[in-house]
């Protein structure tokens, strides 16, 4: 078992529609909560990040992490055929320098 | 330079060849991290250097691989007997300080053995 998973896709959703985005990991020891966005053949791009539990938002994302069932989420408010490309969730821990991924979910808004 | 700069882009080599790939850091960024994202997968830590000193290797998968920072800014990837399961897109990724959510990411270097 990965330590965080994240459902590949990929995911088609109408322009304007709220995007639910998961992750779950297994590792109780990761306190930052992470979601990058890349697009194809660009390296990853921080969207926003959690430390321990709670939400946050910035603009139309926003993150949720629930570390009693070990889930995290982004949603995505009116979406955007901008907004197409891949999203990873990672994770990692105070005591080190080791971001955990998952393997990211295809995402497609289509106008 | 505006960004971490990642050269070269694509790089095709020879099976058992020795390859370097190149990471120039956002200026003034004391830390750098090496990963790997093989096709359809995250991204895989391999190596953290805080300044001129490899903070953590423990994700460098063998031998084969090595990286240096000698300068505490430019770092090269070394990848000695090159085999096909290297192939993959190398990212460096540069911060101010050891927070790595502050870091930004280079485009990666595509590298493929055959």
């Known amino acids: 078992q990965k330590e965080v998973e994240q459902d590949p896709g990929p995911l088609s959703v109408p322009e304007g529609a709220i995007v639910s985005l998961n992750c779950t990991y297994s590792?109780?020891?990761?306190?930052?909560f992470m979601w990058y966005r890349q697009y194809s053949r660009k390296g990853p791009e921080l969207l926003m990040y959690?430390?321990s539990s709670g939400n946050k938002e910035d603009g139309r994302f926003t993150a949720q992490v629930d570390k009693s069932s070990k889930y995290i989420s982004l949603f995505i408010r009116d979406s955007q055929p901008s907004d197409s490309a891949t999203y990873l969730c990672?994770?990692?821990?105070?005591?080190?320098?080791?971001?955990?991924w998952g393997a990211g979910t295809k995402l497609i808004i289509k106008p | 330079g505006a960004g971490v700069s990642q050269t070269p882009s694509n790089k095709v080599t020879e099976k058992g060849k020795y390859v370097e790939l190149r990471c120039d850091p956002i200026?003034?960024?004391?830390?750098l991290y090496w990963y790997r994202q093989s096709l359809g997968q995250g991204p895989e830590f391999l190596i953290y250097?805080?300044?001129?000193?490899?903070?953590?290797d423990s994700g460098l998968p063998n031998d084969r691989f090595f990286a240096v920072r000698p300068e505490g800014s430019v770092s090269t990837l070394k990848i000695q007997r090159t085999e096909r399961g290297d192939s993959a897109v190398y990212l460096c990724?540069?911060?101010?300080?050891?927070?790595?959510?502050?870091?930004?990411f280079g485009q990666g270097t595509r590298l493929t053995v055959v």
């Open positions: 250097f805080q300044g001129t000193g490899a903070a953590d």
């Open positions: 590792n109780s020891a990761f306190q930052y």
């Open positions: 990724a540069s911060s101010p300080g050891p927070a790595y959510t502050e870091a930004f």
């Open positions: 990672a994770s990692g821990m105070d005591s080190n320098y080791q971001l955990i």
């Open positions: 959690t430390y």
């Open positions: 200026s003034g960024h004391t830390a």
